[in-house]
Nanobody
Framework: QRHLVESGGGSVQAGGSLRLSCGPT?????MAWFRQAPGKEREWVAF???????NYTASVKGRFFISQDSAKNIFFLDMNNLKPEDTAQYYC????????????????WGQGTQVIVSS
């Protein structure tokens, strides 16, 4: 049974940066980051599609970057110019089957890592 483990969360001041890591991966695509702020629904943040396209939710575009190290079977979320509204529990997710012609299914999840951004 596949599993994922995140690391890299923490507390930073607004304007700072953090890098989140997640692994081990088993595919070159269909990996994602989600987040859930207190009292809010979980939302997707960034993901890599089956055609290797990187997608970002509007609020993080230009500040966050999703990437992977295929040699180490890890993927990352680099978060720059962090804002207090980025405060949330961050989760990585992946497709257990590595994706298909129909796209990605987010059916394997990590346990989450906390990111706190203070003003």
């Amino acid at each position: 049974q596949r599993h994922l483990v995140e690391s890299g969360g923490g507390s930073v001041q607004a304007g700072g940066s953090l890098r989140l890591s997640c692994g081990p991966t088993w595919s070159l695509y269909c990996m994602a980051w989600f987040r859930q702020a207190p009292g809010k629904e979980r939302e997707w943040v960034a993901f890599i599609e089956t055609d290797f396209t990187r997608n970002y939710t509007a609020s993080v575009k230009g500040r966050f970057f999703i990437s992977q190290d295929s040699a180490k079977n890890i993927f990352f979320l680099d978060m720059n110019n962090l804002k207090p509204e980025d405060t949330a529990q961050y989760y990585c997710a992946a497709d257990a089957n590595g994706g298909s012609t129909y796209g990605c299914e987010w059916d394997v999840w990590g346990q989450g890592t906390q990111v706190i951004v203070s003003s």
